[in-house]
């Protein structure tokens, strides 16, 4: 039984291996060759590896950053860090988490199936940490770690993950110009609020993607050389505040301070380019291989994947949004040090990629002003939800790290109010989560009938 868990945490807990999967199934579905189906599901699962090793790349020139950053302000305080937190709470909950993710993809399947939401979740590291969040979560409001508990998590993990991605289809339609991917990402609800907010107080004239660069510079149409030119300048700046001494003791192991920031900006541009050319690659093969499954097990279902998918859409809006997010971030630090609570550090990583699809979400239908507007309100979503997700994590020691993007921060603050009423009101809580989408569902069913008729 053991053997048998493990191979499922493992699959699961690699996209690239899941998602290739998937597409061979798909391929199978729909009788291909035996030829089409291997090459299908090596170049899906080799897509998937390429891009995350590219996010990787990027994660990994942003933790200098990150680290100059601190030193250079002299804070200290809880950086939010979804793969921190969720290594720490493993080590106590790790076999709830993984039951209650695989009733959770259960879940996720028959709501797709048989409701209106026809949305396969296929990030599983998110996934992972949704169930790590249930968990935690649940076991500290009294529920135990029995089965009450792992069909409560999965219910809950499997109806969030199955209707998030229906909150930003609107604005995938509009990104990628068509209805065949969806947004599968635990910043979904900050991108769909993103994006109404863009709608609402945007203009959908001047994108992002038209600014207009005099001739002489028209070189910089070229995102590899623009990431590098304006990373580079905004690592150099921040090398020179932390000094020289700390960042070639620390951090460059003796390189000189400004040729290690120049080529930390440049291997930021190179991650961002391997980015986009897995992309390519999971695009080009796993939307058709989709479709047999769509047409055997789930009608008209659509893959929800991984937050870069959007990245080569809108480039100019990548940048911009992680700036605004990480500026937001930056001041609201600064605040909170004011105010005597809690200090949430920015973190990086998580105001890069959040911030990035924020803005691609508002530049959608409000243009540059959307794109700005976007990022800043999920900007500050990020930076001020932390502090109130901490008080219903329980007894975790989890001072130094907690959960960073809004599906985790949103929905968990509401599981774990309703748990300090008592395991009676979590139970109803989520029972009612999802009884709501389905009706949801059945109304948006009755109202295209009515529409029909």
């Not at 920031?261 to 999971?282: E, H, M, N, W, Y």
């Not at 975790?396 to 109010?417: N, R």
Request: hydrophobic content about 55%; glycine content about 12%.
């Amino acid at each position: 039984m053991n053997g048998i868990l493990n191979l499922f945490v493992s699959i699961v807990q690699s996209p690239a291996m899941l998602v290739g999967l998937l597409a061979v199934l798909g391929l199978i579905l729909q009788k291909k060759k035996a030829t089409e189906v291997i090459q299908g599901g090596i170049k899906t699962f080799v897509g998937f590896l390429v891009l995350t090793g590219g996010a990787g790349i990027l994660s990994n020139a942003l933790t200098p950053f990150a680290k100059m950053f601190k030193f250079a302000l002299h804070v200290q305080g809880v950086v939010p860090s979804n793969e921190a937190v969720v290594a720490i709470a493993l080590v106590k909950y790790g076999s709830v988490t993984a039951l209650i993710m695989l009733v959770g993809m259960i879940v996720n399947i028959l709501l797709a199936r048989f409701t209106k939401f026809k949305y396969i979740f296929l990030t599983g590291q998110a996934m992972l940490y949704v169930s790590c969040l249930a968990a935690v979560i649940l076991v500290s409001a009294g529920m135990g770690s029995g089965w009450q508990t792992i069909l409560l998590g999965g219910l809950f993990e499997g109806t969030l993950l199955t209707v998030t991605p229906a909150l930003c289809q609107p604005f995938m339609r509009k990104i990628t110009g068509g209805d065949t991917v969806a947004m599968g990402h635990t910043g979904n609800i900050g991108y769909a609020i993103a994006g109404w907010c863009g709608r609402l107080f945007g203009n959908s004239k001047h994108s992002t993607e038209d600014i207009e660069f005099p001739k002489a510079l028209g070189f910089l149409r070229d995102s590899t050389v623009s990431i590098t030119l304006l990373m580079g300048i905004v690592y150099i700046v921040l090398a020179i505040v932390a000094g020289p001494h700390f960042v070639e003791t620390k951090l460059s192991a003796g390189t000189n301070y400004i040729i290690y920031a120049f080529i930390q900006a440049g291997t930021f541009a190179a991650g961002f380019a391997v980015v986009l050319q897995g992309v390519r690659l999971i695009l080009a093969e796993i939307v058709p291989a989709f479709q047999g499954i769509a047409m055997k097990l789930v009608p008209n279902s659509k893959p929800a994947l991984d937050v870069p998918i959007i990245f080569p859409y809108a480039p100019n809006a990548v940048l911009l949004g992680f700036f605004v997010s990480f500026l937001v971030g930056t001041i609201s630090m600064f605040i909170m040090v004011g105010m005597h609570t809690t200090v949430i550090i920015p973190g990086v990583v998580g105001h890069f990629f959040c911030g990035a699809a924020a803005a691609i979400y508002g530049n959608a239908f409000g243009g540059r002003r959307g794109a700005v507007i976007g990022s800043a309100v999920n900007g500050l979503l990020i930076s001020w939800l932390p502090l109130y997700i901490l008080p219903v994590l329980g007894d975790l020691k989890m001072a130094a790290s907690t959960f960073a993007d809004t599906d985790y921060l949103i929905p968990g603050i509401l599981l774990g109010k309703l748990g300090s009423f008592g395991s009676v009101a979590l139970t109803c809580g989520i029972i009612g989560f999802t009884v709501a989408v389905i009706l949801v569902s059945a109304l948006m069913k009755s109202s295209k009938q009515a529409e029909n008729k």
